[in-house]
C-alpha cells in the first residue's frame, strides 16, 4: 500500500504563483510513475503532470511552460511549481501514484490522494 498526502494549495490571484507538495509513504518501491490531476467542477478529472519510471515528464498543454514537477526519490515526495495561475486553473488538485506497470494515465493510477484546492481568482 501506498499513502499520498498533498499540501500547499490556497488562493492567490491570477498571475500569482502555488507550490504544491505530495508526501508518499508505505510500499513506495512499487510505484512505476507519479503525477499531478486536477478536477474543477462539473469537469472531468485531467492529468496536469507526469513523471514516468524512466523520468520523463509529460505536461497537460493547458500548463506547459508554467508548471513544473519534479521528485526528491531520497524524500518521497513530488512537487508542481505552478506560475503564472489563470483562474482557469482552479480546480481540485490531486497526487496519484501507478504501481501497476501501466500508462501513467488518470485511469492506471491505483494510488490517490485526498486533494487540495487550489483557487485562482480574477
Known amino acids: 500500500q501506498v499513502q499520498l498526502v498533498e499540501s500547499g494549495g490556497g488562493s492567490v490571484q491570477a498571475g500569482g504563483s502555488l507550490r504544491l507538495s505530495c508526501a508518499a509513504s508505505?510500499?513506495?518501491?512499487?510505484?512505476?510513475?507519479m503525477g499531478w490531476f486536477r478536477q474543477a467542477p462539473g469537469k472531468e478529472r485531467e492529468g496536469v503532470a507526469i513523471?514516468?519510471?524512466?523520468?520523463?515528464?509529460t505536461y497537460a498543454d493547458s500548463v506547459e511552460g508554467r508548471f513544473t514537477i519534479s521528485q526528491d526519490n531520497g524524500k518521497n515526495t513530488m512537487s508542481l511549481q505552478m506560475n503564472s495561475l489563470k483562474p482557469e486553473d482552479t480546480a481540485m488538485y490531486y497526487c496519484?501514484?501507478?504501481?501497476?506497470?501501466?500508462?501513467?494515465?488518470?485511469?492506471?493510477?491505483?494510488?490517490w490522494g485526498k486533494g487540495t484546492l487550489v483557487t485562482i481568482s480574477e
Open positions: 508505505g510500499y513506495t518501491l512499487s510505484i512505476v510513475c
Open positions: 496519484a501514484a501507478d504501481s501497476n506497470g501501466g500508462s501513467c494515465t488518470v485511469y492506471s493510477m491505483d494510488y
Open positions: 513523471r514516468d519510471s524512466r523520468g520523463r515528464l
